[in-house]
């Protein structure tokens, strides 16, 4: 365990692109630990939480890993400090480097992420925006690897919206080695950009597919996974989306497609009846409950590795 704390010790993860394939290894390796009560990492430390959008698991499970750790946690609300009345964020970081041991920052624009890392002396941890959410991702990945245990040569297939959360699959399962469909409406794909950075982290070890039909995406898969089809702050397009993402739901049908031993993710809040039926996120194939949970431990291991944590 030294290992993965020694080489993330200080370190941003603003993207899933921060670290290598062998360092996820390493960090989802810890969380199972972490979790079966195998070790106990201790690390004194504050992490500030600087959330701009709304949160239940985010808030909450770094909260609760903070202090697990033996740690505290500051909720910095922008409504309640000078981020809310326009300080730069140039300012607020360098302030906020004199007080806390890290930052996990939940915002709109990646850019402001990356402010915050520039100007910060301490780590600055991804707790999503609008073009990546890193920290559901390693959640993910430790779900699906306690259920098969392995993830190389697995695939998994991503139904509906090409926003932040596929965005993270597609650097994720690319350093996992899992295989990556992603089935999305025509004008709703990842951005090009993300997927060509995935493809060169996958090199062989995985492949990423592309498509719009749905019914071919969910074949033989061992994952299917989906997202709500309207982001926070698209809440004006959902009406719109609504006939467009039909075709995507993940529903029984689509669920005896997939391989006999499919799991079914879904990162939260879900809107039933929509992007997934409540049949099956309630059936049996579901894992949901299982992902929540293990926003918790994939948390607290990263937490241990960027601050350093003593391990006992």
Known sequence: ???????????????????????????????????????????????????????????????????????????????????????????????????????????????????????????????????????????????????????????????????????SLLLGCALAGVNLRLATPPGYQPLPELVAQAKLLAGDRSTITLTSDPEQAVADAHVLYTDVWASMGQEESAPNRLPIFKPYQINQARLQSAAPEAIVLHCLPAHRQEEITTEVMEGPQSRVWDQAENRLHAQQALLAGILGAKID
Not at 72 to 77: E, K, Y
Not at 111 to 137: G, K, R, S
């Open 1 to 167: 365990m030294a290992t993965v704390l020694n080489s993330l010790q200080g370190r941003d993860l603003l993207s899933l692109a921060d670290i290598t394939a062998s360092e996820l290894a390493l960090l989802l390796d810890l969380a199972a630990q972490i979790k079966a009560g195998k070790v106990k990492p201790h690390c004194p430390q504050v992490l500030g939480l600087i959330f701009a959008k709304a949160s239940t698991r985010t808030r909450v499970s770094f909260s609760v890993a903070m202090y697990r750790l033996g740690g505290q946690v500051l909720d910095l609300r922008p409504e309640a400090t000078q981020v809310g009345r326009g300080e730069p964020i140039e300012d607020t970081a360098r302030v906020l480097t004199r007080y806390v041991d890290a930052l996990a920052i939940r915002t709109f624009d990646q850019q402001d992420i990356i402010t915050f890392a520039q100007y910060a002396d301490i780590p600055v941890i991804n707790a999503l925006t609008d073009l990546e959410h890193p920290c559901q991702i390693l959640a993910d990945l430790l779900t699906v690897q306690e259920i098969f245990g392995q993830l190389q040569g697995l695939t998994l297939t991503y139904l509906g919206d090409g926003n932040n959360v596929a965005h």
